[in-house]
């Protein structure tokens, strides 16, 4: 062999031998993430406060006020932390002009709070807020829940861990509590204008499936009366007529989402009442998704699992099972809420989410998802799409950059 060939081999190896090293130091971070929402932070919010955004900080909209958002030192995002903890290795110290990670006394570098975008402060035409109406991500897409309320709680059969109808009776925090289709439609122009629209989200709370449909439907119209074609998710029910599928993807909804929440049938029942016994139950969800492959594509349906309220095992037989169909099941960290049936419950240990995450990952690549696809169902995505994102090499130097949705315009 060559000199120069044996220097490109050995060049190469070196390259190889650096991303692994730089995706392991990645994959570490998210397992901090993980740890950090199950132990907390310690940290002197008045000393902080200057780094955090105070919109963010002062915000009705901000319902656990201190730290629950961190971009760790190497870019990993984690999200919906715990907050502040007396008893904890982990705390934040302000030094050197930035916000300092340190694990029990080992400096582990600087992190970032997030930042709101200034669109949520915009008036809509009617004179009501941006941000009453959507919120903006940090991948560049907006959020709408269309309704503060859900309709099981008149039958007493909310999801036992869901908080929705504990946070309408605030007022502050939820000032229009059925949004119009014309007011999401204008809220969705602003966004797309201001390079914040190349992802929309539209979910809210149960309500009957005729509704549900209509409103879909108004509400993509209103966008299509500026706009020939979207990007986003209609998070919805099962509905009874399978068909019906075919009008969200008609009137524009590029993805479809039914939120599962519970693989395991016995505590699906438990845990969501309503969803089982509205919708025609576990096996009629299944069917639905199956069949909205059908009408969408493979890798564009997708559902949802709160992670830490069945076993382990069950939740990713449910994620592969899925996976297998074509439909990427997104899972969160469950985090109990309070007001509701489960508030003083724990989550299961950072340890568990780990597991979760990484096998849940290894299988959203060996069903060869893409990375938008991670991006693309309800807000539970990131961690998993950022461990997707580590796992297929998608970063540069040991420094994951934030994913953005691919512009529309
Ligand atoms: S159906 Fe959705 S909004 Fe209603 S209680 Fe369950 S999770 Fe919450």
Same mark, same amino acid.
């Given at each position: 062999? *060559?000199?120069? /060939?044996? &220097?490109?081999?050995?060049?190469?190896?070196?390259?190889?031998?650096?991303?692994?090293?730089?995706?392991?130091?990645? #994959?570490?971070?998210?397992?901090?993430? #993980? #740890?950090? @929402? /199950?132990?907390?932070?310690?940290?002197?919010? /008045?000393?902080?406060?200057?780094?955090?955004?105070?919109?963010?900080?002062?915000?009705?909209?901000?319902?656990?006020k201190g730290v629950t958002n961190l971009t760790l030192p190497n870019g990993f995002t984690a999200r919906y932390l715990s907050g502040y903890s007396r008893? @904890?290795?982990?705390? #934040?110290?302000?030094?050197?002009?930035?916000?300092?990670?340190?694990?029990?006394?080992?400096?582990?570098?600087?992190v970032t709070f997030p930042v709101t975008h200034p669109i949520t402060e915009k008036l809509l035409s009617n004179g009501e807020k941006f941000r009453h109406i959507a919120n903006v991500s940090e991948e560049g897409g907006i959020s709408v829940a269309y309704s503060s309320e859900c309709s099981l709680k008149d039958r007493g059969e909310d999801c036992l861990f869901c908080s929705i109808n504990e946070r309408a009776k605030d007022g502050v925090l939820n000032k229009v509590l059925i949004k119009s289709p014309?007011?999401?439609?204008?809220?969705?122009?602003?966004?797309?204008?201001? $390079?914040?629209?190349?992802?929309?989200?539209? @979910?809210?709370?149960?309500?009957? &499936?005729?509704? /549900?449909? &209509?409103?879909?439907?108004?509400? *993509?119209?209103?966008?299509?009366?500026?706009?020939?074609?979207?990007?986003?998710?209609?998070?919805? $029910?099962?509905?009874?007529?399978?068909?019906?599928? @075919?009008?969200?993807? &008609?009137?524009?909804f590029t993805n479809i989402s039914h939120n599962m929440e519970v693989w395991d049938k016995n505590i699906f029942a438990a845990i969501c009442p309503g969803k089982e016994k509205r919708n025609s139950g576990w096996q009629h969800w299944v069917d639905s998704l199956e069949y909205a492959v059908e009408v969408f594509g493979q890798g564009n349906v997708h559902s949802n699992i709160v992670g830490g309220l069945a076993p382990l095992e069950s939740t990713l037989e449910g994620i592969e099972y899925l996976a297998s169909k074509g439909i990427v099941c997104h899972f969160s960290v469950f985090h109990p809420e309070k007001g509701t049936p489960l508030e003083g419950y724990r989550s299961p240990e950072a340890s568990w989410h780990w597991k979760l995450l990484d096998k849940a990952t290894d299988i959203f690549i060996h069903y060869g998802f893409t990375t938008l696809q991670m991006y693309s169902g309800p807000a539970s995505g990131p961690h998993s799409g950022q461990v997707f994102q580590i796992k297929k090499g998608e970063f540069e130097g040991d420094r994951l950059a934030q994913y953005k949705y691919p512009s529309l315009d």
């Open positions: 062999m *060559a000199i120069a /060939e044996q &220097e490109i081999i050995n060049e190469t190896k070196i390259e190889k031998q650096d991303k692994n090293a730089a995706k392991q130091i990645l #994959l570490d971070e998210a397992k901090l993430g #993980l #740890l950090l @929402t /199950e132990k907390g932070i310690n940290y002197n919010s /008045e000393e902080i406060k200057k780094f955090q955004d105070q919109f963010e900080q002062t915000s009705d909209y901000h319902r656990h008893y @904890t290795p982990y705390s #934040l110290v302000v030094e050197e002009g930035g916000v300092v990670l340190y694990d029990d006394g080992k400096r582990l570098g600087f014309k007011q999401v439609a204008e809220a969705y122009h602003l966004a797309r204008q201001a $390079g914040v629209g190349n992802f929309f989200r539209l @979910t809210g709370g149960f309500v009957p &499936e005729r509704r /549900e449909l &209509e409103y879909y439907i108004d509400v *993509a119209e209103a966008i299509n009366e500026r706009y020939s074609s979207f990007y986003g998710v209609g998070i919805i $029910g099962a509905p009874a007529d399978f068909s019906v599928l @075919t009008k969200y993807k &008609e009137a524009g």
